[in-house]
């Protein structure tokens, strides 16, 4: 899951740096009124500022980040009658969504994979992956490239950036309470914050992003069927449902990617794990059994 696993990454390591930064220059002593009491006000204010400024950074490197890391060889100029293809469809596909042309490119991976991302409608970033122009056919690629312009055409990188900021802002402004309750209360530090705050802010900041990401994955999955409706749009409802129904094949095939950059769908956790239990609700995408009949029922 490419797309928003880059995105997050960028964002929570933003957040960790920018925390560890302001709490060791003391900046944090300049939220408690009078050194005691904190200023709820001035505290939620920052909290908002270094979160959103997260967020937006994380955004606007999107693209780089997916470039280098993914190692994502850009159509520049088409060198074969695959990537001239790949770059028509794209470019037809653009335009029957009302978007600007996005770049193109292909990354090395054996499974079959694609994301889009970029920080406007216009200026985006389109990759598959070389499993996906092997193992399924034009129709099906073609689907595939519509659902993740429909990611681009819905805005969906912008959404999530007002969510992430959002949830970033209540993260930082939380972890921060619950030190100075931890500093006051617990150990009894009166004056200034001591080092118990400092490790409590850490610790709550990591366990909230945790659990602040269930947000942002439940906001995923329902911008995913809305991605699948475009794509069956744009290429057709038989053609999606195509796509999709393939990706089913290559479930119990090793990822060189890992869980988190899945383009279309984690694998269901073992009987009684706790992956079953409660790890659909870190899922970035819905099941794919449930996408396939969202289409046959739209």
Avoid at 93 to 105: I, N, S, T, W, Y
Avoid at 164 to 179: A, D
Avoid at 180 to 209: C, P, W
Wanted: charged share 20%; with cysteine; net charge neutral.
């Amino acid at each position: 899951m490419l797309r928003i696993g880059l995105f997050l990454l960028t964002n929570f390591a933003i957040l960790i740096l920018a925390g560890a930064v302001l709490s060791f220059f003391g900046f944090d002593s300049i939220m408690a009124q009078n050194g005691v009491d904190l200023n709820l006000t001035a505290l939620l204010v920052w909290c908002a500022v270094i979160g959103f400024a997260g967020s937006f950074i994380s955004l606007f490197a999107s693209k780089w980040m997916a470039k280098r890391f993914m190692h994502v060889k850009m159509i520049d100029k088409p060198r074969s009658e695959t990537e001239q293809w790949l770059v028509n469809t794209v470019e037809t596909l653009a335009k029957d969504a009302g978007v600007g042309m996005p770049e193109v490119g292909i990354f090395p991976s054996p499974q079959s994979n694609a994301f889009a991302t970029g920080w406007n409608k216009n200026n985006s970033l389109v990759a598959v992956s070389e499993g996906l122009l092997q193992r399924m056919n034009r129709d099906e690629v073609r689907a595939v490239l519509a659902h993740e312009i429909g990611h681009v055409a819905n805005g969906d990188m912008v959404t999530l950036t007002l969510i992430q900021g959002v949830v970033n802002t209540f993260v930082l402004f939380f972890s921060r309470v619950i030190g100075h309750f931890v500093d006051r209360v617990i150990l009894k530090n009166e004056q200034g914050h001591g080092i118990g705050y400092f490790i409590s802010v850490m610790v709550a900041q990591i366990i909230l992003t945790i659990l602040a990401s269930m947000v942002v994955m439940w906001f995923s999955r329902r911008r995913e069927f809305r991605a699948d409706e475009a794509g069956a749009q744009l290429a057709g409802t038989g053609a999606m449902i195509g796509a999709l129904e393939k990706l089913k094949v290559e479930y119990d095939m090793p990822s060189d990617m890992g869980e988190t950059f899945t383009a279309f769908g984690l694998k269901n956790g073992r009987t009684g794990s706790f992956q079953e239990k409660f790890g659909h609700l870190f899922m970035s995408h819905p099941p794919l059994d449930a996408r396939i009949e969202a289409l046959r029922n739209r």
